[in-house]
């Protein structure tokens, strides 16, 4: 609790509004598990630190009591950074699959004129006499569709999700 909270001293004594005087969502969960005796479990808030850093957390409430009198209330904290972290590059590379998808199918989409462009001007450049000079133009056109077409065949590379495979090996005789 001092990691997540990011205090240096005991807490012993202090009185719970002073300890969570950032925190008004804590505080109010506590007032409410101590006078309506709601538990609270796994309650996600954003909680700010001592030093004024915003983490994410969990918090578990519970009554606690001795018989049937109210002691107070037993509070568990569950710091969510990694979690949250893990989150967001799961959210992350699905953006980025998402992307991929994108990009093979506007490749695709692309590559399509551009296979009539290339087959229209090679035919063009055919029918023109051997000494004529906008022969050089359109040679320079299909050179161009070319590295267009290498430049989508590296997108549609970079675009399709590589293969894994599994497989069952014995450990002993790997090592």
Same mark, same amino acid.
């Given at each position: ?17 002073? &300890? ?14 101590? @006078? ?34 109210? &002691? ?51 035919? &063009? ?38 293969? @894994? ?11």
């Amino acid at each position: 609790a001092w990691r997540i909270m990011g205090l240096n001293k005991d807490v012993i004594n202090i009185n719970y509004r002073e &300890l969570f005087s950032r925190n008004v969502k804590v505080i109010n969960i506590l007032i409410e598990t101590l @006078h309506a005796g709601k538990n609270f479990i796994g309650y996600e808030v954003e909680f700010t630190r001592s030093d004024g850093v915003i983490i994410p957390i969990s918090v578990s409430t519970s009554m606690l009591k001795n018989n049937k009198n109210i &002691l107070g209330v037993v509070v568990v904290f569950k710091d969510l950074s990694e979690h949250k972290a893990f989150e967001d590059c799961v959210r992350r590379v699905d953006r980025l699959a998402a992307v991929g998808e994108l990009a093979a199918g506007v490749a695709h989409e692309i590559r399509n004129p551009l296979s009539a462009i290339s087959g229209s001007v090679q035919i &063009l450049v055919d029918e023109l006499p051997k000494d004529n000079s906008s022969r050089i133009f359109g040679g320079v056109v299909l050179k161009e569709i070319e590295r267009l077409n290498g430049i989508i065949q590296d997108l549609l590379y970079f675009a399709k999700p590589s293969k @894994h495979y599994v497989t069952s090996i014995n450990p002993n005789e790997l090592v």
